[in-house]
């Protein structure tokens, strides 16, 4: 438990999305950081379905994480969020009827998991479908659980191996009362990879459209 | 008539008793009444002894008296027969004639039987036929009365006895009732059949060892009441399965390796058997007896389960009753099992007494209580109630679902490590700090100046415990206390914090640890010279923990600093190193120095205030009873007084 940045590395220019995560991993390495297994973080996209016509269905993104196995987190944009036992999964399969799943809008996040003293990295390879679409880093400084007072530890730490990609205070964190003890949770980590994702399937339209 | 005056009539009784005076005044004296008495004498003076009612010629008179008054009275007949006033009398009258003419014929008997002429006695002749027969009939008489009596007797005493028998035989019951409610209270008994059987397993306390634990419940009452019973007389006992009798433990020690495996599994060491409490029953120790032997029972066959099934480094032997296995290189770890049946205890003390106790006990009862916790862990009632769409399992880890718990924490709640990894890592500790605290005891014991102080921490765990070790030097505490370290000792590994922050970690090796408070000495004394410079206030012109030049030391480095005098004159360098020693070396100014080559360069005076030439301290010469005092001293000297 700590305070998490998730931010995405662009894919550097004339090398593909592997090479670049290789530089980083390199990078990385050499800091001093120590691998230590593997990460996985996936989203999937369930459409409501029956409720009043001209509204736009709301989209729940259900989503897990390997830092939390146990778990199953369900987020609506910018809306409520629950975080839930495993059986989560099997319960929308049950309500079938009232959340449809879309199939095509799966993303996720694999990619190796390495550990600098007090700092987890999280370097990983962003998929849809298959295809992969970026690169997300993440970066938890597992010593403290207060982001404004560590904010400016973990950019610095972040620039040393991003260089100038290191992104600035993610608005979670902005948008959290000023002055009183609001600790990060894992619900912080889980909306910033949401952003991150709905982001890159938004990257996806813009080629894709001169395609067709 | 009516009308006539009322004559007055007076009447008077008659006097009954005579007058006997009239005196001149008219008194009357009147004759006293007669006594009783008087009246007595007086009526039996009327009685007549001559005339008998019984004689012959009296009663011819009496006859013809009667006959003349018949002729002459026939009413007076009544009077005449009866005499009223004799007839209370006349009996006794009669008996009193009879008796003196019977005393009379006696009399006259005797007297004509005293002359012998016409009279004589003569005995009776008795007849003895008649005298025996009687005797031998009084004695069968006597022999039927006194069986009858004893018949009698002999039923009354049988009725007697049979109602004693009874009460006894009640009593026993009564006894054993009491002493089966006793047992009950305390051990789970139930009736199958005739047989009482009971259960002194761990299965409802949560154990899944597979023994069945039952014992009989036997009576003990065919004992003879009216004989002395024996002290330790119980009307029950108890029969316990066969190989749970006698007594166990599980023993835990370590030793350093045997060269040879040839004698394993042998291990039969046995204590003495503890004292029965007293006031406790006999089967209360014996039932405990063999529940603690069930116990050791469970868990040397976890242990013994554990050894074979789980890898490790170097695997671990199983011989018999005795599992081995290596903590540390050149170490052995055994656990065995020691069961003795109670004929073999007599054979096998005597061999106790020559080999040390190596027995950590500490082990022993962390077993006990390990495999009470593993019991507590398959019954605990956190399982139960859980929701429904949940498996078995803790509540907290039901919970790391919705609480989005972390890895760490996750493993934090599963059980990882079996019985025998937690007894291995906790051998391993306890060996380890033993093996710390022994060191340490060693240079304090072997080294004097600087001094160490070990401060152990009553508060430990089963895996790690603290010591804090201050190097100082006798008399100077307050003022060298650079060198502070805390040394926590893990299960292979120990810790050192440094004051200064530094940590290091050293391995298990106990000549790291030596070595590594060797070099912190020598740099104490160093520190110590800083620190008293301070004090004394002389100068420090320089200071380095780890000089880079002179010999090299084979364990750390060598530290060295320069201090000045006060006033400039003179100057101070030590160099200190855990195997070379300490050398002291004191500056002096130019002028003092006699074999300094004049030279035509130097033509002030006032270069001759200069320090220049080194001389070496014979510091074992030195006064002083430690390294900080000599230099308190040497300093002391090298400041002259204004």
Redesign the interface.
Known sequence: MGVTCVCQVPVAEGKSVQQTVDQLHKKLEQLGGVKQGSFFVDCETYHTTGNASGQPSKLLYVMHNSETPLSCLALYEGGPYLTADANFDVLMVKLKSHFQNAKGHKVESRGARYRYCDFLVKLGTVTMSSSARGISVEVEYCACVVPGDCWNLMKEFMQSFLGSNAPEIPSVFTSKPEGLFAPADCMDTMSQYLELFSKVRKQQVLPGSSVR | MSGSPAVRVSIESSCERQVQEVSLDGVETYVPPLSMSQNLAKLAQRIDFGQGSDSDEEDLNGESRESEWSKQNPDEEGPVKFQPCLWPWDSVRNNLRSALTEMCVLHDVLSIVKEKKYMALDPVSQDPTVAKAPQVFQLISKKKSLATAAQVLLKGAEKLSKSVAESQEQRRQRDFNAELLHLRSQWKLRKVGDKILGDLSYRSAGSLFTHHGTFEVIKNTDIDLDKKIPDDYCPLNVQIPSDLEGSAYIKVSIQKQAPDIGDLGTVNLFRRQPKARPGAQAWHSKLEAAQNVLLCKEIFAQLSREAVQIKSHIPHIVVKNQIISQPFPGLQLSISLCHSSVEKKNQRTSPDKTKPDDHLYVLEHNLHQLIREFHKQTLSSSVMPHPA??PFGPKRL?L????????AE?SSLQPSDGLLEKIIKQAKHIFLRSRTARTIDCLASRIEDPQIQAHWSNINDVYESSVKVLITSQGYEQICKSIQLQLNIGVEQIRVVHRDGRVITLSHQEQELQDFLLSQMSQHQVHAVQQLAKVMGWHVLSFSNHVGLGAIESIGNASAITVASPNGEYAISVRNGPESGCKVLVQFPRCQAKDLPKSDVLQDGKWSHLRGPYKEVHWSRMEGRNFVYKMELLMAALTPCP
């Open positions: 769409s949940v039901r790391a679902g919705p609480m989005a718990y972390d890895k996750i």
